[in-house]
Nanobody, 116 residues
């Protein structure tokens, strides 16, 4: 049974930092993992992702401010968010795609990030 559990959200002032963590339980074959976010009234949007080969991608809006990383031993994915801006306010979701295909996506429960 696959489960993704996020932690680390909260409220912060603009310019501040937060670190999100996502721990994976269960096994996903050849997975890619990443973070999506959804602001009020908007659709989900990609934030950052790590592909199966270790390559990393970021949304343009977070490049230079956010850093995605993973600890394979702890089976945990991280998102370090620096220089936060009010427009980063959203529910952040950890996702894992089996075979790196979004149609095989597992979702975490989400963690709220509020920047004021």
């Amino acid at each position: 049974h696959v489960q993704l559990v996020e932690s680390g959200g909260g409220s912060v002032q603009a310019g501040g930092s937060l670190t999100l963590a996502c721990t994976l339980s269960g096994h996903i074959k050849d997975d890619c993992m990443g973070w999506l976010r959804q602001a009020p009234g908007k659709e989900h949007g990609g934030v950052a992702a790590i592909a199966g080969d270790g390559s990393i991608s970021y949304a343009d809006s977070v490049k230079g401010r956010f850093t995605i990383s993973q600890d394979n031993a702890k089976r945990t994915l991280y998102l370090q968010m620096d220089s936060l801006m009010p427009e980063d306010t959203a529910m952040y979701y950890c996702v894992a795609d089996r075979l790196c295909e979004s149609r095989n996506r597992y979702w975490g429960q989400g963690t709220q990030v509020t920047v004021s």
